[in-house]
């Protein structure tokens, strides 16, 4: 089936900050990819996602781009927030027009102040 | 905005004792999931229900597992001889699936510990 490789943490950056994440991909097809974000002590929330590739999603100031030539979904901020910290997870369905979802390893962001 | 709920948020069991966990998906959503995360882990998969019926279901999901949706509204996950090995995150999800894919919104979890 599919999988997903997230960059290992945890990071640690400054407030105003720049960040980014890695998630590169195995897949067959081009399936929709997604970033989800646990804070502390909640459930998942879906953080932003593409359906196809080229497409950017963006939600809150992150950004990341479907891009099929490197099989990558990167998580982008430009100027990351304390309220930030969370732990980052990328996910892609299993197989092609599957149901289940394939989650990264997650990658714990802090942000000091 | 419509929200997935779990209930309980901490479950306190032991060993051997039957848990029944909670969830009410996002009304107008067909598609329902379980997935745990043992702490420090992946999440992973553990269920797929579809038209009051299993779609997938992956190893995890052993005979000592079941899930029901006993009305219109509620989704339960049974675990009816709790293992230490159970204790975990467990989350609900749902999705609609439309012309542009699917997308599973998640529940907040229950953390199911199991002594």
């Known amino acids: 089936g599919n999988s997903v490789t997230q960059m290992e943490g945890p990071v640690t950056l400054s407030e105003e900050a720049f960040l980014t994440i890695n998630c590169t991909y195995t897949a067959t097809g081009y399936p929709s990819l997604f970033w989800y974000v646990q804070y502390p002590g909640e459930g998942l929330q879906l953080l932003l996602k593409a359906t196809k590739a080229d497409d950017k999603g963006s939600n809150k100031g992150f950004e990341a781009t479907y891009r099929k030539e490197t099989t990558s979904f990167h998580l982008e901020k430009g100027s990351v927030q304390v309220s930030d910290s969370a732990v980052y997870f990328c996910?892609?369905?299993?197989?092609?027009?599957?149901?289940?979802?394939?989650f990264g390893q997650g990658t714990r962001l802090t942000i000091n102040p | 905005e419509p929200e997935v709920t779990q209930t309980p948020s901490h479950q306190v069991t032991q060993m051997g004792q039957e848990v029944i966990l909670r969830c009410v998906p996002i009304?107008?959503?067909?598609?329902f999931y379980w997935y745990r995360q043992i702490l420090g882990q992946k999440v992973e998969f553990l269920v797929s229900f579809y038209n009051n019926e299993i779609s997938e279901k992956s190893e995890i999901f052993d005979d000592q597992f079941s899930v029901e949706r006993p009305d219109g509204s509620n989704f339960t996950l049974k675990i009816r001889s709790t293992k230490l090995e159970d204790s975990a995150m467990y989350f609900c999800?749902?999705?609609?699936?439309?012309?542009?894919?699917?997308?599973?919104?998640f529940g907040p979890g229950t953390r199911l510990l199991v002594l």
């Open positions: 996910a892609l369905p299993d197989i092609q027009g599957a149901q289940k979802l394939v």
């Open positions: 999800a749902s999705s609609v699936r439309t012309g542009s894919g699917e997308t599973q919104y």
């Open positions: 009304s107008n959503h067909l598609y």
